[in-house]
């Protein structure tokens, strides 16, 4: 048995098989030269892979029927088109004539065509490409050397996936219900990835630097994503205790299920709000049963990162209107596109997506601003859908008073189009800010006065207050939500707008961190945004609170030196 640490990234515990998942991890080529009879029956196995291909995936297309399962489908048929590509087909027919060598080798040298044309090309929208070239060309040499592929989202038995990385795309085209756990060498707890799996409650352990080395598909691994663990093959003690712990977390998780229906308030009256983030209808129906009082963080971007594209009015528009209607007449916050940084969409950035510090730069509101047109199709999608719910609208990223003026302009177009269009919308949206840059917690007095809320983005207020790349696993120890000064500036923040009786949420991870429940309650925050997994144990640990407890230990917590100091209180109780 093996036992590898790495970061928790998404809590739970699961036992199951590895399955090595190396994008780059080609099949050998076999390369030999064939008489020219021999073209035809080539050219023939060629078509027969691609048919066997497309027909696999057009089945899955069908499967895929569901409102919240368009993302998917969407990805499948973008696969469909690059394997009836005419083009390529042409190329291959053409290599195989002039060259008289094997398919597989042609297929082999055909793409690497491909990706060394594009690869020359400037902007990263080109490399991007490549990667899809590169996919295309592994699944057919998968199947003519009758390869067990491993998309991540054709799979057909429960595994747990080991990657060197995973792009917050792929994280997302996974399937779920075979997708069982996932270990990756890179990323963080604050890594869109990380973010994913926990949204999808899939344990996950990342930053494990040589994991995809040590292990092997066929492992068997246990992966606590609490801990940051996993072992490889583990004996069979270890195994059955395992078995046991995981039945136990589940009858424990059946018993705090009750508490779905009762409020989050404290023993001493003091109420606040759960609610989760959420992209999907389905996941909203499950957190609404599990107690969630609405969507405080709809992250838009992930309907265009699914696609890889821009999504137009019509479709942001459905995709709006099907979580307004999940959500049963509770609020959704839907946040304005977030692109950019870790979240590039080469689509719409248009080959412009060479910075060298992509995290400070053309991103988020800055980057929506600097395009009106993308930027206003989608809040005439926002609006229009308005009217099948209770919509709220937030922009992120925000740093100063200028950009929260030029948005809430970009707004009022917006209405102004939708009115000429004799478009309904509500009357009644509140429009609010997230504050992740510690500028505007500084100058959150300024800001709330053009707001009606506030959300707090710990992931990027963490990242740009104390330095540190989130996605960068050798700096991830220092990503410490309980630093002083990130209390201090989450506390500006809620004075500022109780000041005005404006309410304040939090919608980063620290929200959802059980441990740190306390805390928050004494900051006097309102409302907590999570992922599902999170809402049962804040909402018990908010019920066992004292809100006067708790304001004594926030209190204590903003004068003291260092985040140990601050956990070290913690521990004390409140
Ligand atoms: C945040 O920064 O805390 C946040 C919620 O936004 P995202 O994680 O999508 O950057
Ligand atoms: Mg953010």
Same mark, same amino acid.
């Given at each position: 048995m093996e036992e590898l640490t790495g970061i928790p990234a998404s809590k739970g515990l699961v036992i199951g098989k590895a399955l090595l998942y190396l994008e780059d991890a080609m099949p050998e080529i076999p390369r030999y030269g064939i008489e020219k009879a021999r073209v035809d029956y080539e050219w023939r196995r060629f078509l027969s892979a691609v048919a066997a291909i497309t027909e696999r995936v057009r089945r899955k297309v069908g499967e895929l029927s569901g409102d919240g399962e368009k993302d998917r489908r969407d990805i499948l048929e973008t696969q469909l088109m690059m394997f009836e590509d005419a083009d390529f087909h042409q190329n291959v027919r053409r290599g195989l004539e002039s060259r008289l060598q094997n398919l597989e080798s042609i297929v082999w040298d055909v793409s690497q065509e491909l990706i060394r044309k594009l690869s020359a090309l400037p902007g990263a929208e080109f490399r991007a490409r490549t990667a899809d070239v590169s996919g295309l060309a592994q699944e057919l040499l998968n199947e003519l050397l009758s390869i067990r592929q491993s998309s991540l989202a054709s799979l057909d038995e429960a595994v747990i996936v080991v990657a060197r990385d995973l792009l917050p795309s792929q994280a997302l085209a996974m399937n779920r219900d075979f997708v069982k756990g996932v270990v990756t060498d890179a990323g963080s707890h604050l890594s869109h990835t990380a973010i994913i799996a926990r949204s999808c409650g899939i344990p996950a352990v990342m930053g494990l630097s040589s994991g995809s080395a040590r292990i092997k598909t066929g492992d068997t691994l246990v992966v606590d994503g609490g801990k940051g663990l996993v072992l490889v093959n583990p004996d069979k003690e270890t195994l059955s205790l395992y078995q046991r712990l995981i039945k136990e977390s589940r009858t424990r998780a059946r018993l705090v299920y009750s508490l779905g229906g009762q409020k989050a308030e404290t023993r001493d009256g003091r109420l606040v709000t759960l609610k989760v983030n959420t992209e999907t209808p389905s996941d909203l129906k499950k957190a609404l049963s599990k107690g969630a009082e609405g969507v405080g963080l709809f992250r838009s971007e992930f309907i265009f990162l699914s696609e890889g594209r821009t999504a137009d009015e019509e479709s942001q528009y459905r995709a709006y209107r099907s979580m307004l209607k999940a959500a %049963?007449?509770?609020?959704?916050?839907?946040?304005?596109?977030?692109?950019?940084?870790?979240?590039?969409?080469?689509?719409?950035?248009?080959?412009?997506?060479?910075? =060298?510090?992509?995290?400070?730069?053309?991103?988020?509101?800055? #980057?929506?601003?600097?395009?009106?047109?993308? #930027?206003?199709? @989608?809040?005439?999608?926002?609006?229009?859908?308005?009217?099948?719910?209770?919509?709220?609208?937030?922009?992120?990223?925000?740093?100063?008073?200028?950009?929260?003026?030029?948005?809430?302009?970009?707004? !009022?177009?917006? =209405?102004?189009?939708?009115?000429? /269009? /004799? @478009?309904?919308?509500?009357?009644?949206?509140?429009?609010?800010?997230?504050?992740?840059?510690?500028?505007?917690?500084?100058?959150?007095?300024?800001?709330? &006065?053009?707001?009606? #809320? #506030?959300?707090?983005?710990? /992931?990027?207020?963490? @990242?740009?207050?104390?330095?540190?790349?989130?996605?960068?696993?050798?700096?991830?120890?220092?990503?410490?939500?309980?630093?002083?000064?990130?209390?201090?500036?989450?506390?500006?923040?809620?004075? +500022?707008?109780?000041? @005005?009786?404006?309410?304040?949420?939090?919608?980063? &991870?620290?929200?959802?961190? +059980?441990?740190?429940?306390?805390?928050?309650?004494?900051?006097?925050?309102? !409302?907590?945004?999570?992922?599902?997994?999170?809402?049962?144990?804040? %909402?018990?640990?908010?019920? !066992?609170?004292?809100?006067?407890?708790?304001? =004594? *230990?926030?209190?204590?917590?903003? /004068?003291? +030196?260092?985040?140990? &100091?601050?956990?070290?209180? *913690?521990?004390?109780?409140?």
């Open positions: %049963k007449g509770l609020p959704v916050t839907i946040r304005t596109l977030d692109a950019g940084g870790d979240k590039m969409i080469p689509a719409l950035f248009q080959g412009n997506v060479d910075e =060298k510090n992509p995290l400070l730069g053309w991103r988020s509101i800055r #980057f929506s601003l600097s395009v009106p047109d993308i #930027f206003k199709t @989608q809040l005439r999608a926002i609006l229009r859908a308005s009217v099948h719910g209770k919509v709220r609208i937030m922009f992120p990223l925000i740093s100063g008073l200028a950009e929260l003026e030029q948005a809430l302009g970009f707004l !009022e177009e917006a =209405k102004a189009e939708c009115a000429a /269009n /004799n @478009q309904p919308y509500s009357g009644t949206i509140p429009v609010g800010i997230m504050v992740e840059v510690p500028s505007a917690a500084l100058i959150a007095d300024k800001l709330i &006065e053009k707001s009606d #809320f #506030f959300s707090i983005g710990t /992931n990027d207020l963490i @990242q740009y207050t104390l330095g540190v790349d989130r996605g960068n696993e050798k700096v991830s120890y220092l990503a410490r939500p309980t630093h002083p000064a990130i209390l201090r500036l989450i506390k500006m923040t809620i004075d +500022a707008a109780h000041k @005005q009786g404006k309410p304040v949420a939090m919608c980063g &991870e620290m929200a959802g961190e +059980a441990a740190l429940v306390p805390l928050l309650v004494g900051l006097g925050l309102d !409302e907590f945004s999570m992922n599902a997994a999170g809402l049962v144990d804040v %909402k018990r640990i908010v019920r !066992e609170c004292s809100f006067d407890k708790c304001q =004594k *230990l926030a209190k204590k917590a903003l /004068n003291c +030196a260092g985040p140990e &100091e601050v956990m070290a209180l *913690l521990a004390g109780g409140a």
